[in-house]
């Protein structure tokens, strides 16, 4: 899934760098609609099949390496912005797709070689249903609990910025600065609170104590 999924990615990601040659109106949009649906089904194979690796691979650290994992995802949120600016004014529309779809490519054929072989019980696993978990108090609760949290992130995105301009007159550099705070704090945070996680602080109060202070917050 790991492999297929940045495969997927990848050629989606090339594919649509290529869309600003399609015929205009209904068929460009068309087009975009599948293939960013298309993009977006190997994005969540991917990144559901690296959280599960490492919590196979690291049963006794799962909290540590995903705070690891966390940081290089708010690493590249950080510099992704920037990077896709620079190769647009380099190439235009086309080039941001070709590098990033190329580059998934390439790990995608890194990974066939590197990537360890996943012993899993399928037996066992066959056992449980989605609608299984969902049922078990702990995982509905943290399950909802992700949901309200990445919402609290994200419902400002659309307005902020224009908030920002018209109530301080913040420029797009600002405002641009102003949203990087929150990507560098997620990318020293993650590693810090996974490893205190896994030696001193259980993950349900970990849990309360970020859910009291993000609804305090908002």
Avoid: W
Avoid at 6 to 34: E, R
Avoid at 105 to 120: D, H, N, Y
Avoid at 136 to 143: E, K, L, M, R, W
Avoid at 192 to 201: A, E, P, T
């Amino acid at each position: 899934m790991f492999t297929t999924g940045l495969f997927v990615c990848g050629s989606t990601s090339v594919l649509f760098g290529f869309l600003n040659l399609s015929p205009d109106g209904a068929t460009f949009v068309g087009l975009c609609f599948a293939v960013r649906i298309a993009e977006a089904t190997g994005a969540a194979s991917f990144i559901t099949a690296s959280y599960a690796i490492i919590a196979n691979e690291f049963p006794g650290r799962v909290a540590t390496m995903f705070g690891l994992l966390e940081t290089f995802t708010g690493l590249g949120a950080t510099i992704g912005p920037p990077i896709g600016s620079l190769l647009y004014k380099a190439g235009g529309f086309i080039l941001p797709f070709i590098v990033m779809g190329c580059l998934l490519l390439l790990t995608a054929a890194v990974s066939i070689c590197g990537l360890p072989k996943q012993e899993l019980d399928k037996e066992k696993l066959s056992r449980y249903t989605y609608l299984d978990l969902v049922r078990i108090p702990n995982v509905a609760i943290a399950a909802v609990t992700i949901i309200v949290a990445a919402v609290t992130i994200s419902y400002v995105e659309p307005f902020l910025s224009g908030h920002l301009d018209i109530q301080f007159g913040l420029g797009p550099e600002q405002v641009g600065v102003f949203f990087l705070s929150d990507c560098v704090v997620y990318v020293v945070a993650a590693p810090l609170l996974g490893y205190l996680c896994d030696k001193y602080v259980s993950t349900k109060k970990r849990g309360k104590v970020g859910s009291t202070s993000k609804s305090k917050i908002v």
